[in-house]
C-alpha cells in the first residue's frame, strides 16, 4: 500500500519557508526511523539496493512550491525519491546506527549564485561530513552508499 502526503507550505518569504521545511524534515526523519525499526528486515537495507532512482520534485498545480513527500515505504514501494524524501531516509538509517545525523535543507542557487525563491535541496550532515543520497544515486544508480551489500535485497 503506498502512501504518501503532499505538502503545500505557504508563507510570506523564504527564510520561513526554509525554516518549514527543516522541521518537516525532521518529523519525516522520525517517521522513517520508526518504519525501519517496524519493518527493517522487509526493506532493503539501502536506497541502491532498493533501485531507488532519485527523481526532482514534480510540479502540483499550486502557486505555492509544493511536492508529495514519500516516507520509506513509499519510496521503496515507487522506488523513487526527491532529494527530500532520500535525505530524510539516509538520516533515520544512520540514527538507527547510532551516528548523529540531521537533514539540511538550503536554497538551490541560480546561475547568478541567487537563492531561487522556493526551490531547495537537501542533504545530510553527520559528524564526519556530508551524505548527499540524492547525487550518490544520480552518479551511482543501484550502487549501495553504505556497507551493508545487496545480496539478498532485490538486487
Known amino acids: 500500500m503506498q502512501r504518501s502526503i503532499e ?3 505557504q508563507c510570506g518569504d523564504d527564510a520561513q519557508f526554509g525554516q518549514q ?4 524534515a525532521e518529523a519525516l526523519t522520525l517517521v522513517n526511523l520508526w518504519e525501519l525499526r517496524a519493518d527493517g528486515d522487509a526493506l532493503p537495507c539501502c536506497l541502491g539496493c532498493g533501485g531507488v532512482r532519485y527523481q526532482p520534485p ?11 513527500i514519500l516516507d520509506a515505504r513509499g519510496i521503496y514501494a515507487t522506488q523513487r525519491g526527491t532529494c527530500f524524501d532520500l535525505a530524510c531516509e539516509r538520516a533515520a538509517r544512520l540514527r538507527l546506527r547510532g551516528v548523529g545525523a540531521t537533514v539540511v535543507v538550503i536554497p538551490r542557487l541560480g546561475d547568478d549564485g541567487r537563492p531561487l525563491s522556493g526551490q531547495y535541496h537537501a542533504y545530510v550532515e553527520t559528524p564526519d561530513g556530508v551524505q548527499d543520497p540524492a547525487r550518490e544515486l ?9 556497507s551493508c551489500g545487496c545480496e539478498g535485497h532485490g538486487r
Open 21 to 24: 521545511c527543516a522541521e518537516l
Open 7 to 9: 505538502i503545500q507550505l
Open 58 to 68: 514534480q510540479p502540483c498545480g499550486s502557486p505555492y512550491p509544493c511536492q508529495t
Open 138 to 146: 544520480q552518479d551511482r544508480p543501484g550502487r549501495c552508499a553504505g
